[in-house]
């Protein structure tokens, strides 16, 4: 039995991950100069700070639940899929991790405008994982990564009784 190649380390997390804060400054910069005004509700500050705030903890311990606890590093130097861990509710702890990051500084931004930017951040996601990482590990897995991807979303986390 010929062994496995390997996934790269890093997949298209880095360019995700910059572009998706890239956006993010810009957006908050633009909405900063006075411009959509329109999206900016005095009433709302407040309420979409605390929402902002959480999100950013969230995301915060999504990503140190995937990075720390889930050991995802010790899987690709192992060449195993990483199924365990925050890994058994969601595909993707990582890129969702920044996802609510950065939704959560929008928030915090205040302006709705804005808010159109974490759907923008969702398609990005979406499509990359489809064109790269997914045909990756279906190629590398077969059908224990098909069995897993019915079983588990991609970046929304899926909550199952038991």
């Given at each position: 039995?010929?062994?496995?190649k390997h996934l790269p380390r890093y997949g298209i997390g880095p360019l995700?991950?910059?572009?998706?804060?890239?956006?993010?400054?810009?957006?908050?910069?633009?909405?900063?100069?006075?411009r959509f005004l329109s999206g900016q509700i005095k009433a709302l500050q407040i309420p979409f700070a605390v929402i902002g705030?959480?999100?950013?903890?969230?995301?915060?311990?999504?990503?140190?639940?995937?990075?720390?606890?889930?050991?995802?590093?010790?899987?690709?130097?192992?060449?195993?899929?990483?199924?365990?861990?925050?890994?058994?509710?969601?595909?993707?702890?990582?890129?969702?991790?920044?996802?609510?990051?950065?939704?959560?500084?929008?928030?915090?931004?205040?302006?709705?405008?804005?808010?159109?930017?974490?759907?923008?951040?969702?398609?990005?996601?979406?499509?990359?994982?489809?064109?790269?990482?997914?045909?990756?590990?279906?190629?590398?897995?077969?059908?224990?990564?098909?069995?897993?991807?019915?079983?588990?979303?991609?970046?929304?986390?899926?909550?199952?009784?038991?």
């Amino acid at each position: 039995m010929s062994e496995k190649k390997h996934l790269p380390r890093y997949g298209i997390g880095p360019l995700y991950t910059a572009l998706v804060i890239a956006l993010t400054i810009a957006g908050i910069r633009l909405s900063g100069t006075g411009r959509f005004l329109s999206g900016q509700i005095k009433a709302l500050q407040i309420p979409f700070a605390v929402i902002g705030i959480i999100m950013i903890f969230t995301g915060g311990a999504l990503w140190y639940s995937a990075v720390f606890q889930a050991k995802v590093d010790s899987c690709i130097k192992s060449n195993t899929l990483a199924t365990t861990g925050i890994y058994a509710y969601v595909r993707n702890p990582i890129y969702s991790a920044v996802l609510l990051v950065c939704t959560g500084a929008l928030f915090i931004a205040n302006n709705l405008w804005l808010l159109i930017l974490p759907f923008v951040f969702w398609v990005i996601l979406t499509v990359m994982m489809i064109c790269t990482e997914e045909k990756w590990l279906k190629r590398l897995y077969g059908k224990e990564y098909e069995e897993y991807c019915k079983r588990v979303n991609r970046c929304i986390p899926k909550i199952r009784a038991r």
